[in-house]
């Protein structure tokens, strides 16, 4: 029996066998031509494009008649590719320069590109290296007249095991039998990820080297919530685990039943549940989940998504369809948040000694004017299609929140010159993520419409522990008495402003942070749309006094881990259902 921990990316608990699904080991003929063969080869290269073509465009049409348009728009970036001049240019002169057979030319100059990508170091780029992997084999395999291995023809119940599963073996994967995913590489943000969360099924990203462990037909157990897999477990980790999935189900079902109810304490007090969104198409678990509403959209996928030069219609066309998918639920877009971990080109060409202290965020926008203006205008322009509102990343004091509004203010002119529509009533927030911000709030209050905490950045920046580092994620602790502290500083310097307190930081869909929550006075919560039932379950199990008078005895205690552990213990034995 051995254990691989990874990166959770979709949640549930799987017993099934391995299916090694290893593409990656496909093999390609390398030979030399002659100098007078390279028109055939190149013939060959042309004919191999349009019937690759003829087949996306099928793929297309099938995905969006069986699932939706939106979820084969991918296909699009792949027929591009296929198309691109560049490449095809990039081919045909090492073709004629080095004399090999054409599909060991596309695989090389393929290699070459995904290399660079992989060099950058901007995490998005390097997702998209799945796509273009995915392009070249579909060339070459049209070269070579080979059939694609599918995961359509599935006929028993697998988990899947493989080194990177291409968007299009997802989304075309017989999903009845597809348990659940395992993989070495991928991040949350990959498409893969995504895709298995809208399907509902268990995934496990970034093994690393988990395909070297596991052979076809190994029993595996896949702990979605735990990031964990077991290759071959003894009888006893079997049992335990059947137990665990048969809870899990039960208690999922349970959780969907709450659905439309109240997110609301049994002495009254109504907290909105909210949903974060990184790219659009999770709107329907957005859905699924009954939201109500979106508390942080992470604008800055969408623009590491389409490239940096994501003009101004483009944005407006996804942040009105966003607006209109809500049916008038408020929709918060966030403003880039670029940089830190989110690197683009751009940041990363600065080559910072301290990225998450650096060029980021309100940062990076305050100094590329024009990058923030286009992207303010596409979001006013979005406003008249639904309740919208705007939230500023990473303020540090008030000067850099008038200076956003200044420029928000100026947009809002240019727009009403230009006689273009946008809604009198957008609230403008700002997430508090930044402990400077937390001690300034009272402050920054007086200007913002509403206040976000940011716990995943005010916990790294106040105890000064890397979010994002492996070795020293035992410090990273929400309980910590200067975390506790400030959130409640933050909640009582925003109310008495008269304005909403919410938080869209993970601890907002942690369970065990839930009643601590309550007492602190937060108004509302955004986290992963199926994180939604249990926070409500608990919301709906307990009081607010009983929650101030928990948080009262926590804010006596002294150490993190003593915080931490009555927490633990005060939570599971108060909620049956917190395992
Ligand atoms: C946060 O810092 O808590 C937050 C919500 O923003 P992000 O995780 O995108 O940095
Ligand atoms: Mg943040």
Redesign the pocket.
Known sequence: MKEFHGISASPGIVISTAFLYNEETFSVPRYSIAEDEVDTEIERYNNAILSASEELTELKASITREHSEDEARFLDSHILMLHDPMFKDQVFEKLRHELINVECIVQSVIQELVNKLNASGDIYMQERTMDMNDVAKRIINTLLMRKRISLADLSHEVIIVTPDLLPSDTLLMNKWMVKGIVMDAGGRTSHTAILARSFGIPAILGLRRITMAVSDGDVLILDGQAGLVIVDPDQETLDRYKKKQTEYLKRESELFNLGNLPSETRDGKNIKLKA?VEIPDELDSVHAYNAEGIG?F?SEFLVMQKGQEMDEELQFEIYKKVVQGMNGESVTIRTL?VG?DKLIHEIAQRNEKNPLLGWRAIRFCLEKVDVFKIQLRAILRASVFGPVRIMF?MISGIEELEKAMDILNSVKKELNSEGIEFSDDIPVGC?I?VPSAAMTSDILARKADFFSI?????IQYTIAVDRGNEKITSMYEPFHPAVLRLIRMVVENGHNAGIPVGM???MAGDPLATVILLGLGLDELSMSAFGIPEIKRIIRSTTILESEEFLGTLMDMKSFKDIDKYVRNWMEERFEFIT
């Open positions: 974060n942080l992470r948040d830190g990343p997430m993520e940011g716990t995943n950045d005010l869209c930081g993970e």
